[in-house]
């Protein structure tokens, strides 16, 4: 792969949004119609909720603070579930008990990324939450992701234990806030040109055929 025509893909993304599990199949989709364009996506953190607690938060307590009663969240998740439907996701929302603070979760894809599994711990970090109902807040739960994916889950789970790369993810997320990101999925491709929201994957492929016949030093 030549890495000066390579066009690099940063996803800023919460594994506790639905629309970023949405964003992410919709984004696997264009890639698949691309195959003759060099791409590598790196996905970047981002809180829905800052404020939640590090042990997570009763999920309809959330649901009901966050929207004003049990009717509303309803009606709004009835739409995101049938959005997720037509992109092949089966969304549970039944099944979830809590929302996550997800800080842990975001350290475990910086790790992944140095053993190339990243793209596999943000896809099973959206299962787990999204189709089995699984808390992200627990410390063995996101152990169990590492082990599944192939990292060392003793190391880990010794690196959950202390504040290893806390202070990284939350800069990461405070420039996030800084470009003006105030919202996920936000797709940034090459650097230059943002997606804001789970676009269509025609919409993501127009983008990033633009992005390689404008980027510097592309073949006239």
Not at 6 to 33: N, Q, Y
Not at 188 to 217: C, N, Q, S, Y
Request: charged share 30%; glycine share 6%.
């Amino acid at each position: 792969m030549n890495e000066e025509q390579t066009i690099v893909i940063d996803v800023v993304s919460d594994v506790m949004c639905p629309w970023c599990f949405i964003g992410k199949k919709r984004l696997e989709s264009a890639l698949r119609e691309i195959p003759e364009i060099p791409v590598a996506v790196r996905w970047r953190p981002f809180q829905l909720d800052a404020t939640l607690p590090h042990e997570g938060k009763d999920r309809q307590a959330y649901l009901n603070d966050k929207f004003g009663g049990r009717e509303r969240a309803a009606e709004i998740y009835s739409r995101i579930k049938s959005a997720g439907a037509g992109d092949g996701i089966d969304f549970q929302f039944d099944k979830i008990t809590k929302s996550p603070n997800t800080l842990d979760c975001h350290r475990l894809i910086l790790w992944a990324r140095a053993d190339g599994l990243e793209d596999k711990a943000v896809q099973r970090l959206f299962e787990m939450y999204f189709l089995e109902g699984v808390d992200l807040s627990v410390t063995e739960n996101l152990v169990a992701v590492a082990r599944e994916i192939g990292m060392d889950a003793e190391r880990v789970a010794e690196r959950l234990a202390t504040d290893e790369d806390l202070d990284r993810i939350k800069t990461e997320i405070e420039s996030a806030h800084q470009m003006g990101v105030n919202g996920v999925p936000c797709v940034i491709i090459d650097e230059r040109f943002a997606l804001m929201g789970a676009e269509t994957p025609e919409t993501i492929v127009a983008a990033i055929k633009h992005a390689k016949e404008t980027k510097p030093g592309a073949a006239a």
